[in-house]
């Protein structure tokens, strides 16, 4: 096969991109409809609830970040290990990963457990207290499911290493599955309020990392896991390979969701129905980037496998097919979205005013996604996955502080528009990221971290 760079031998072929990038779609569909989901039912309780469970969200989304940059370390390092055609330090790299996601959650659970209450007063300060009350409901209940879902994202991560993304797609399914049957007879048959879309998801994740746990055991995969004390016990030099990965790429993760949720600690000064617009909005801007998200996914995968080959033409040409692509998918879903978000909101149960600053936000979102995301989010991949990791960290931390969180107190209280101000702050931070990443990956500059190391 051809490439266009005059490249022969090709290491993924168009169906090796389709085949891992459509389950990786339907995966990220269903994790953000899901999220839907449980805000559709929860709104049957009241806005309160709806407030209370968007707030705990975001700083459980924080958490989760952090779970998903130690899986993407990891499999940077699988995907460059097989690149190299090195299936057993592959092997012993996915143990690691394993080793290091459990590790990491049950030290967060923990302290999340002791510190709750403090936690929710430290980011939002002096909300309403029936909002309060269904955050430290929610909260309580998500920390238990933390370990599991660690585990979950690492075994997905090195499904996704192996270029077959099908297995987190129907592991993915099964566990949604639980959780929505979960929610709809926990709130609306038992009528456990904010509880009943929390214990379901701590029940559909327990179960799913148990299975993917046994998935990865298979020999017969490309990359598996042997459960021996040997092979799992912490050894300095795989841990530091994924470490080297994971840490700038947690570090910056953290900080962006970090900011949101001091952004959010703004919001919640506008009242309930701020809030809950807020909520709402974000719930229905994770389906615009539902593409994003799953192509930066196979980016990880397909650029990680190219540098540990040592080939930097092909490392370019997918990274440039693959970002045209996520450019396209992301124009025509946030297109429809846009065209179709009266029809969308009204399926929520909310107030005349709360349902139109909704939409206010949603468009602000849709309409400046579509032209930024790639260079803003998709780029930032490409250099991880080649293992420039300092470079985007540092852009994104000041990209953070400086425009979304200085921005937002300016535009959101200092000139009196609340939650608006706060978003147009969040797309000044958009171009700035958008502006230094693309400089940096059409300058080059990061292909010299492009080198396999072994």
Same mark, same amino acid.
């Given at each position: ?7 022969q ?59 998903a ?54 980011f ?50 099964f ?31 327990f ?79 994770? /389906?615009?980037? %539902?593409? $994003?998200?799953?192509?930066?996914? @196979?980016? #990880?995968? =397909?650029?990680?496998?190219? &540098? ?46 709360t ?28 250099l ?18 400086v425009?979304?969180?200085i /921005?937002?107190? %300016?535009? $959101?209280?200092?000139?009196?528009? @609340?939650? #608006?101000? =706060?978003?147009?702050?969040? &797309? ?27």
């Amino acid at each position: 096969m051809n490439l266009r760079d005059g490249v022969q031998h090709a290491l993924f072929t168009k169906r090796d991109i389709s085949r891992l990038l459509w389950p990786l779609v339907v995966e990220q569909i269903l994790e953000v409809t899901v999220g839907m989901a449980d805000v559709l039912m929860v709104s049957s309780v009241g806005e309160a609830a709806v407030s209370g469970v968007s707030l705990v969200d975001m700083i459980n989304v924080l958490i989760l970040n952090i779970f998903a940059a130690m899986a993407t370390g990891g499999a940077v390092v699988v995907s460059q290990w097989l690149g190299a055609k090195e299936r057993e330090k592959a092997c012993h790299t996915a143990a690691q990963l394993l080793t290091a996601a459990f590790l990491l959650a049950i030290c967060i659970m923990v302290l999340v457990l002791i510190f709750r209450s403090s936690l929710l007063h430290l980011f939002f300060g002096p909300v309403e207290p029936d909002v309060m009350d269904a955050c430290l409901i929610y909260f309580s209940i998500s920390a238990w499911s933390y370990p599991f879902i660690a585990l979950y994202n690492a075994g997905a991560a090195l499904y996704r290493s192996m270029g077959n993304s099908r297995i987190s797609m129907y592991t993915s399914i099964f566990m949604n599955i639980v959780n929505v049957s979960g929610n709809a007879i926990c709130v609306y048959g038992l009528h456990m309020g904010v509880a009943g879309v929390a214990m379901p998801s701590l029940i559909s994740r327990f179960l799913a990392a148990i299975l993917m746990l046994l998935l990865v055991r298979s020999r017969d995969n490309s990359v598996y896991v042997r459960y021996r004390w040997s092979e799992l016990r912490p050894k300095a030099p795989y841990m530091k390979r994924i470490l080297h990965i994971a840490l700038p790429s947690a570090m910056e993760n953290s900080m962006f969701q970090l900011g949101r949720i001091l952004v959010v600690s703004i919001i919640t000064n506008f009242g309930t129905t701020q809030i809950a617009a807020n909520g709402v909005a974000n719930n229905l801007d994770n /389906f615009g980037c %539902i593409p $994003g998200m799953a192509i930066n996914l @196979g980016i #990880i995968t =397909v650029v990680g496998r190219c &540098v540990g080959a040592g080939d930097l033409k092909q490392t370019r040409y997918y990274a440039k097919k693959l970002m045209r692509v996520c450019l396209l998918c992301t124009a025509a879903l946030n297109g429809i979205m846009i065209l179709m978000l009266p029809l969308i909101l009204g399926l929520y149960s909310l107030s005349a005013e709360t349902m139109q600053l909704t939409a206010t936000l949603v468009y602000i979102h849709s309409g400046f996604l579509i032209p930024l995301y790639v260079p803003a989010f998709s780029i930032p991949n490409v250099l991880r996955a080649a293992n420039d990791v300092k470079f985007p960290m540092c852009v994104s931390i000041f990209s953070m502080w400086v425009f979304r969180i200085i /921005f937002s107190y %300016i535009l $959101g209280i200092y000139f009196g528009m @609340g939650a #608006i101000g =706060v978003w147009c702050a969040m &797309v000044a931070d958009w171009v700035f990221r958008a502006v230094c990443f693309s400089v940096r990956y059409f300058r080059g500059r990061w292909t010299k971290y492009a080198r396999y190391c072994a």
